[in-house]
């Protein structure tokens, strides 16, 4: 038996909206949250049209792969912890339900391929490696859901369970936690292509000391499969249990030796990352709540860098001078 998505009745009446037009096809992303028994979607989103003054939809054949699987990575980037993009969405005719299968295929391969690309941390044997493809008749509004093991590109579509519930993540538990950084990066030389390439290194680095860190969770460390609702009043629907979290980090590797380099220049990373991660409710564990809200602040801290060398190739491109001295930069973590 395949998997099971437990899914919000929002996201039910938000696809049931969605109307295409003549022949065309509409496509977007799930968002929600993986776990070892089930998955939960908790909403979907409509890829938006490239041209603003375009008819809503378009044919199958016309899809855009690039910017529907663009439109994932930038939706992940905004998405707070414990919440990922679980899969893609197509809405189409009958005739067209063979092709969109092949099309679902494709897409959730490739929009995760994009997503990774700016991890810094990677999948464990723990993770659910399975990512959704649904298919709903613009016609009969049948939903065929399926899923695709992203480790194995010649994996075979399975079939899974798709339904609907309210209330999905009412009583999720939020996990807050503060970050200070005071990261320095050297540079060999002070071009865009090298200063992107020193940071990556860098935050690699910082990378597996956060991922080696203690989490304190409401002032105390608690055994890696301690329970953490445990003993907590059952919440009302609407009410999410807070949990506080210190990260305690691990001292850098103590070195024999050092080593003398050329440098151009110089980059700080420096200020405090405001996370918070929400994790569905059975029987969650500390170090399930701890992996939760380490990878949200490797995630932010990530794509905040990404748009800013982004932004920085646009101005050359643009004819700029290449990198300007800015005092302060500051970055949002949840857009």
């Known amino acids: 038996m395949g998997r099971g998505y437990i899914v919000e009745a929002l996201v039910e009446q938000y696809l049931v909206n969605l109307q295409t ?30 041209d603003c003054g375009a008819v809503r939809g378009c044919s199958l054949g016309d899809l855009d792969a690039d910017w529907v699987t663009e439109h994932g990575r930038q939706v992940s980037r905004m998405l707070p912890g414990g ?15 063979k ?6 295929r494709k897409l959730v391969y490739a929009m995760e391929k994009l997503i990774s690309m700016g991890r810094l941390w990677n999948l464990t044997e723990e993770d659910v490696s399975e990512r959704v493809g649904l298919h709903i008749c613009s016609k009969t509004k049948k939903a065929v859901c399926r899923t695709f093991d992203v480790r194995d590109p010649k994996s075979s579509a399975r079939p899974a369970d798709w339904k ?45 000391q956060m991922e080696s860190s203690v989490c304190l969770i409401n002032g105390k460390h608690s055994d890696s499969d301690a329970e953490l609702l445990t003993g907590l009043r059952k919440n009302a629907k609407g009410h999410h249990p807070n949990f506080r979290v210190q990260i305690i980090s691990a001292l850098g590797e103590q070195r024999s030796s050092a080593a003398a380099e050329a440098c151009g220049g110089s980059l700080t990373l420096a200020g405090v990352l405001q ?54 930069i500051f970055l949002n973590g949840y857009l």
């Open 21 to 50: 037009v003549h022949a065309s096809c509409i496509s977007g992303i799930l968002i929600g949250q993986c776990s070892s028994q089930r998955d939960y979607v908790v909403l979907a989103a409509q890829t938006p049209q490239k």
């Open 275 to 328: 996370c918070r991660a929400y994790l569905h409710s059975h029987k969650l564990k500390a170090r399930q709540a701890a992996e939760a809200i380490k990878r949200d602040i490797m995630n932010t801290l990530s794509s905040r860098t990404e748009m800013f060398f982004e932004d920085l190739l646009i101005n050359e491109g643009d004819g700029g001078k290449g990198i300007v001295p800015c005092p302060e």
């Open 83 to 97: 919440l990922s993009v679980l899969g893609v969405f197509l809405i189409t005719s009958p005739d067209l339900s």
């Open 164 to 208: 609907y519930q309210s209330g999905v993540s009412d009583s999720w538990p939020v996990l807050k936690c503060s970050v200070d950084l005071d990261l320095y990066f050297p540079l060999s030389e002070t071009s865009s292509e090298n200063l992107e390439n020193s940071v990556k290194i860098g935050l690699q680095k910082w990378a597996k």
């Open 99 to 104: 092709e969109a299968q092949n099309t679902l």
